[in-house]
T-cell receptor, first 112, second 112 residues
Framework: SQTIHQWPATLVQPVGSPLSLECTVE??????LYWYRQAAGRGLQLLFY??????ISSEVPQNLSASRPQDRQFILSSKKLLLSDSGFYLC???????????FGSGTRLTVV | AQSVTQLGSHVSVSEGALVLLRCNYS??????LFWYVQYPNQGLQLLLK??????LVKGINGFEAEFKKSETSFHLTKPSAHMSDAAEYFC??????????FGKGTKLSVKP
């Protein structure tokens, strides 16, 4: 079956520290992968998406970066976190076959 | 270009009452439309989708939505609200690239 794993579930990090959030997908190949952020009252903000290994599209200029080192692995990173990076981060995937997205369970990031 | 507008960021209903969450879309091509539900601190879960065929779509948890091309709408309904329906609901339309474009979400509260 097709599943998506996202970790950690919660994270508290000091300002200026690095960040690495990982997302992996099982049971599918060559998925489109997405990183979204939800900040309070701001809905879903698309941060990055990837259509293949090493292919990253950035939707919003920011303090974050993304990488796709393997077909089913998508990583969200930052070298130095800002307070404004706090939020709920969601990974999602879709292949053309199902038309919709499947979301991970999310990571609650609090920058202090 | 595609876009989605969800009317009402907050909707409150009494338990047992009709749930109606509004979604209007804009699309230059035949739309694929989706409704997702998000419970607190969880990822988004697909409720239902419309791609082609029957315009009345039934989803999980007793929800349904009707695609009305003339009104460019895809409103979500449920005849009788349960306390467990309290969550945030997102409408989405598929873009030309295959990515989903989400509305800003509607928080549903259910009063006992």
């Amino acid at each position: 079956s097709q599943t998506i794993h996202q970790w950690p579930a919660t994270l508290v990090q000091p300002v200026g520290s690095p960040l690495s959030l990982e997302c992996t997908v099982e049971g599918t190949s060559n998925p489109n992968l997405y990183w979204y952020r939800q900040a309070a009252g701001r809905g879903l903000q698309l941060l990055f998406y990837s259509v293949g290994i090493g292919q990253i599209s950035s939707e919003v200029p920011q303090n974050l970066s993304a990488s796709r080192p393997q077909d089913r692995q998508f990583i969200l990173s930052s070298k130095k976190l800002l307070l404004s990076d706090s939020g709920f981060y969601l990974c999602a995937w879709h292949t053309g076959a199902n038309y919709g997205y499947t979301f991970g369970s999310g990571t609650r990031l609090t920058v202090v | 270009a595609q876009s989605v507008t969800q009317l009402g960021s907050h909707v409150s209903v009494s338990e047992g009452a009709l749930v109606l969450l509004r979604c209007n879309y804009s699309s230059s091509v035949p739309p694929y439309l989706f409704w997702y539900v998000q419970y607190p601190n969880q990822g988004l879960q697909l409720l239902l989708k419309y791609t082609t065929g029957a315009t009345l779509v039934k989803g999980i948890n007793g929800f349904e939505a009707e695609f009305k091309k003339s009104e460019t709408s895809f409103h979500l309904t449920k005849p009788s609200a349960h306390m467990s329906d309290a969550a945030e609901y997102f409408c989405a339309v598929r873009s030309n690239t295959g990515n989903l474009i989400f509305g800003k979400g509607t928080k549903l509260s259910v009063k006992p």
